[in-house]
C-alpha cells in the first residue's frame, strides 16, 4: 500500500509538473496588436509579413523580455476594443498618449517623439500650416487620431473640411488623386512616403505648431505589471544601443 501511494503521488507531481510547465509557456508569449498601414511604423508586405519600427521595437521587448513575441494585425477603429477584449496583450501602434485615450488603457513610457506635419501637391497654393491657411480647403487624416482631432477641431474652426479616412494609405490615395488639397499625418509617416513618391507629387509643407505627441504602448488598465515591465526594457534597449541600431533602419536623424 506504500509503494502504491507513493506511485499515486509521484504520478500526481508529474502532471502537476506538466501542467506548470505549460501555464509557464503560455505566460512567456505575448500578444502585441499592432495596424499594419501605417508605414514606416508597422506595414504588411506582398507576402504577409507585418514589418515596420513599430515590429522591430516590439520583437527587441519582447527579447529584453526573454517572451516570444505574436504580432497580430487589428483595424486602427477597433484596436483598443480589441485589447479590452484580451484579443492582445498590448498595442504597439504608434498610438500617441493622450488624456481622453488614459481613461481606456495604460500607457508605457513614450517610445518615440513626432510632431503632425502637413503635406500638399506640389502646386498649392498652401504656404503655411497655420489653421487660416486652410480656410477653404479639405483636408484629409485617418479617423481616431490625433491627427483628425487637429483637422477638425483646428482646421475645421478656421473654414476647411476635414475627411476622415479608415487608414493613412486612403487618405495619401486621394490626395495623389486630386480629391483633397492637404493631408495631415505624423511628419516621420509623411516624410517617408515623400521618399517614395513622385518628384512631381507634393510637398512637405511644414511641422504643424505645437501637435508634438509622445507615442507610447498601450496595456489594459488593470494590467500594471506589464505595463512595468515594458518600460523597464524601453530603458533597456534605449541604454545598450538596440533602439538606436533599429531607428537608423528607418530614419536618418534622433526621434527618440
Known amino acids: 500500500m506504500q509503494i502504491s501511494k507513493w506511485i499515486v503521488s509521484a504520478a500526481g507531481a508529474a502532471i502537476f509538473m506538466v501542467a506548470a510547465s505549460s501555464l509557464s509557456q503560455a505566460a512567456e508569449k505575448l500578444k502585441i496588436g499592432t495596424e499594419g498601414a501605417y508605414p514606416p511604423f508597422n506595414t504588411i508586405t506582398s507576402d504577409g509579413k507585418i514589418v515596420g519600427f513599430d515590429i522591430d521595437i516590439a520583437n527587441a521587448l519582447c527579447a529584453q523580455m526573454k517572451v516570444e513575441c505574436e504580432i497580430v494585425t487589428q483595424d486602427w477603429d477597433g484596436i483598443i476594443p480589441a485589447l479590452q477584449a484580451k484579443k492582445f496583450d498590448a498595442i504597439i501602434a504608434s498610438m500617441s498618449i493622450t488624456e481622453e485615450r488614459k481613461k481606456q488603457v495604460a500607457f508605457t513610457n513614450k517610445y518615440y517623439t513626432t510632431p503632425l506635419a502637413l503635406v500638399a501637391p506640389k502646386d498649392s497654393d498652401i504656404t503655411s500650416t ?11 487624416a485617418q479617423a481616431s487620431t490625433t491627427q483628425a482631432d487637429y483637422a477638425q477641431n483646428s482646421y475645421g474652426k478656421a473654414g476647411a473640411e476635414a475627411k476622415l479616412y479608415p ?9 495623389q488623386n486630386g480629391r483633397l488639397d492637404a493631408v495631415i499625418s505624423d511628419k516621420f509617416v509623411l516624410v517617408d512616403w515623400l521618399k517614395k513618391a513622385s518628384e512631381d507629387c507634393c510637398k512637405l509643407v511644414g511641422d504643424v ?3 508634438e505627441t509622445q507615442a507610447g504602448i498601450a496595456v489594459r488598465l488593470e494590467d500594471t505589471a506589464l ?5 523597464a526594457a524601453i530603458d533597456a534597449i534605449v541604454a545598450d544601443g538596440t533602439y538606436k541600431k533599429i531607428q537608423a533602419k528607418y530614419f536618418d536623424f534622433d526621434i527618440y
Open 130 to 140: 497655420e489653421p487660416a491657411a486652410l480656410a477653404g480647403k479639405t483636408v484629409g
Open 167 to 175: 487608414t493613412q494609405e486612403e487618405a495619401i490615395t486621394d490626395l
Open 209 to 211: 505648431k505645437g501637435t
Open 227 to 231: 505595463r512595468d515591465k515594458l518600460n
